[in-house]
């Protein structure tokens, strides 16, 4: 099975370069948008090892080139295998892809993500968990997991509940997108810094001979250029996110949308009200409880949970909306995805609480990870 899915004929698939002390990891999938594949994940992972134990390395880059920094997982690649039932590849591709997520959150060495373009699912999983997310006037961020049958995951319940207010649950189901100005004044990003200066930055790095955390802050913001957002930024909307999207169910959140409508500046209302209802009710559902379990859980916590509910989604334990979200957005993109159950008021508590409940196969186990000194706590100091 696996050489039928691993085998890929793309050479270079993540370039790895020295400079000095650092050490660059470059995404090398740009007519692609750089999407991960389970190949690029462990050669980023053993790397990633190698670069810890070396006393020469001090900071450590992770960058993609053409118009996306990552734009996520092979999905396309995932739903083969598992239509061509092989659930566990998908199985075995998330849990590489999450415990990677957690080596970067809790690398001894720091590492600085260059978000120069879109940014979205598995990409903002290696981006948002590394100490240092530097943005640009080109980046794109999103998390529409949920058009697809999927939700926010790679620990979005972690990265997304920091955020101030409601703010991640806006983001979270609704998949909006923001911009780099967007993502620093939310906290996504710590830095903003012009696309035509990154080169520059990437050499003032690899000449710092040190991995103190301050020390490489203040070299990125020598480079950094103040943001100034847009009128119509949601972020300017978060009083009323904050009203909408801090009721305690999906139903009550596009009800208050709907009753804001009225009161004008609806646009941005009127667009997170139909990406809600074009998405997976299911999907829906299920990130609001992982957000709001998110928010009092640590990132290890929040990854172990992410990977059950993932294995019950591609192993169509409870239904197929992951399956038939890819067909109507990926493969016949007719757009019209048949959910099922296809509305909110048919989906009780119990039925979303079976996705955090143990997968009931003989061979399936909880996401293991590793023990690491280093405790993920990169979010601590900017929010």
Avoid at 11 to 31: C, D, G, T, W
Avoid at 208 to 222: F, H, Q
Avoid at 304 to 314: N, R
Wanted: proline share 3%; charged share 25%; aromatic share 8%.
């Amino acid at each position: 099975m696996a050489a039928l899915f691993l085998s890929d004929p793309e050479p270079n698939q993540v370039l790895f370069e020295e400079s000095s002390y650092a050490r660059k990891m470059i995404l090398n999938r740009p007519h692609k948008l750089n999407s991960l594949t389970y190949e690029m994940i462990g050669q980023i992972s053993r790397n990633l090892e190698l670069y810890e134990n070396d006393h020469l390395v001090k900071i450590l880059i992770l960058k993609g080139p053409g118009k996306a920094f990552c734009a996520g997982g092979d999905v396309v690649g995932m739903i083969l295998s598992i239509i061509n039932g092989h659930w566990s590849f998908g199985a075995s591709f998330y849990k590489k892809q999450l415990t990677l997520d957690y080596l970067i959150a809790t690398s001894t060495k720091p590492l600085v993500s260059l978000i120069n373009g879109i940014v979205m699912g598995g990409g903002a999983g290696l981006s948002m968990n590394s100490m240092f997310r530097v943005v640009t006037e080109n980046t794109v961020f999103a998390m529409p997991e949920g058009q697809i049958g999927l939700f926010p995951d790679v620990g979005a319940s972690y990265f997304l509940s920091r955020l101030s207010g409601s703010f991640g649950e806006y983001l979270g189901l609704t998949g909006a997108r923001l911009d780099g100005s967007e993502m620093l004044a939310c906290g996504l990003a710590t830095h903003f810094v012009l696309s035509k200066d990154l080169l520059l930055l990437e050499n003032a790095l690899s000449e710092v001979a040190s991995s103190d955390a301050l020390t490489i802050s203040r070299v990125i913001s020598a480079f950094s250029s103040k943001i100034s957002l847009k009128k119509d930024s949601a972020f300017r909307r978060l009083e009323t996110i904050n009203k909408c999207f801090s009721k305690g169910t999906v139903e009550e959140i596009l009800s208050t949308l709907e009753n804001e409508v009225v009161n004008g500046d609806n646009k941005w209302i009127i667009h997170a009200i139909s990406s809600m209802k074009s998405a997976s009710p299911t999907s829906l559902k299920i990130f609001l409880k992982l957000i709001r379990e998110g928010r009092t859980k640590e990132l290890k916590d929040c990854l172990i949970q992410d990977y059950t509910i993932v294995c019950h989604l591609i192993r169509r334990t409870f239904n197929s909306d992951f399956i038939e979200g890819s067909r109507a957005k990926l493969f016949e993109k007719d757009k019209q995805p048949k959910w099922e159950p296809s509305k909110l008021e048919l989906i009780s508590d119990e039925m979303v609480d079976q996705y955090f409940q143990k997968v009931d196969d003989a061979d399936w186990e909880y996401l293991q990870l590793p023990e690491r000194a280093n405790i993920a706590k990169i979010w601590q100091s900017k929010l």
